[in-house]
C-alpha cells in the first residue's frame, strides 16, 4: 500500500473517529430517548453484580419491548465496536488485540463512573462487560479485514519481537499482580461506599486480597531483576505500582486504626 494512500486511510479514520466519540458523548450522557435521565429523575443507580441486566433484559424481552433489548444490549456492543475497529487504523501502536480491549474497558470504567457521578445514568458491570466485548469484535473485525501486505508486515513484526530480549516472566506477572490488585482496591472503594458499612466482610475479604497480590507482585518484581540478558520494564512499573499500592493499603490501614 502506497503511502499516499495510508496517509488518506489514517486522514479519514481520524476523522472519523471523533465523530464517533461526539456522537458517543451525546448517547451516553445527553440523549433522553436512549435511557439518559431528565434533571427530576437524576439519582444515584448502580448494578455491581455481572449478568444480572443481561439475564433481565433477555428474560423479559418481550414485556420490555424489542427496542429496550436491542438499545441495552445490542447498542453496549455496536457501540464500543468502531472504537476497537477505528483504533488500531489511526495509531500503529494500539494494534495489539489485549491493548485495545484493556483500552476498551478502560473507556468504558471512565464512561460508568461519570455517568454514576452526574446521576446521568447507571454504573452498570453489565455495560463494562458488552463494551468491553465490542471492542474486541472490533478489533477482530480489524485483524481479518487488513490487507495481504499489512499481514505480511505483521508477521514480520513477530519474528522480530521473538529474536529480542523478552520481558522476564516474574516481571510481567508484578505487573498484572499490580493491575489486578488495583481493580480490587477500585472495587473495594465503591463496595465500601455503595454498601454504607454493611456486608463490611467482604470488602475486608477483597481488601486483604489485593494486599497480599500486592505483597506478592512488589516481591516478584524485584525478582526479576536477578537475571540477566532479559528486559526488566514490566518489571520495574510492576515493582513501583505495587509499592504505591502497599503504602496506599498501609496509609488506609493506620487511619482505621488511629479512628
Given at each position: 500500500m502506497k503511502k499516499e494512500t495510508k496517509h488518506i486511510i489514517r486522514t479519514l479514520g481520524t476523522i472519523l473517529f471523533i465523530l464517533y466519540v461526539l456522537a458517543l458523548i451525546y448517547f451516553l450522557f445527553f440523549s433522553e430517548e436512549y435511557g439518559r435521565a431528565t434533571m427530576e429523575e437524576r439519582q444515584y443507580r448502580y448494578n455491581l453484580i455481572p449478568f444480572v441486566e443481561i439475564r433481565r433484559f433477555w428474560v423479559y424481552r418481550k414485556q420490555l419491548g424489542l427496542m429496550a433489548v436491542v438499545t441495552n444490549l445490542f447498542g453496549n456492543v455496536i457501540g464500543f465496536l468502531p472504537f476497537g475497529f477505528i483504533l488500531p487504523v489511526i495509531l500503529d501502536k494500539m494494534r495489539s488485540?489485549?491493548?485495545i480491549v484493556l483500552a476498551g474497558f478502560g473507556l468504558s470504567v471512565t464512561v460508568?463512573?461519570?455517568?454514576?457521578?452526574?446521576?446521568?445514568?447507571?454504573f452498570d458491570v453489565d455495560d463494562m462487560i458488552l463494551n468491553?466485548?465490542?471492542?474486541?469484535?472490533g478489533y477482530l473485525l480489524f485483524f481479518y479485514l487488513r490487507s495481504p501486505e499489512e499481514k505480511n508486515l505483521w508477521q514480520?513484526?513477530?519474528?522480530?519481537?521473538?529474536?529480542?530480549?523478552?520481558?522476564?516472566?516474574?516481571?510481567?506477572?508484578?505487573?498484572?499482580?499490580?493491575a489486578v490488585s488495583l481493580v480490587l482496591f477500585v472495587t473495594a472503594v465503591l463496595l465500601a461506599f455503595f454498601l454504607q458499612g454493611q456486608y463490611?466482610?467482604?470488602?475486608?475479604g477483597i481488601s486483604l486480597c489485593a494486599m497480599l497480590l500486592s505483597v506478592y507482585g512488589f516481591a516478584m518484581g524485584l525478582k526479576?531483576?536477578?537475571?540477566?540478558?532479559r528486559t526488566h520494564k514490566a518489571g520495574m512499573i510492576g515493582s513501583i505500582a505495587n509499592g504505591i499500592?502497599?503504602?496506599?493499603?498501609?496509609?488506609?490501614?493506620l487511619m482505621g486504626i488511629s479512628g
Open positions: 488485540g489485549w491493548l460508568e463512573v461519570i455517568q454514576l457521578i452526574t446521576k446521568v445514568g447507571c468491553t466485548a465490542g471492542a474486541a469484535l514480520k513484526d513477530i519474528d522480530m519481537r521473538l529474536q529480542r530480549k523478552r520481558e522476564h516472566k516474574q516481571g510481567k506477572l508484578s505487573a498484572v499482580l499490580a463490611g466482610y467482604i470488602v475486608g526479576s531483576f536477578s537475571e540477566e540478558n499500592i502497599m503504602i496506599g493499603w498501609l496509609g488506609i490501614f
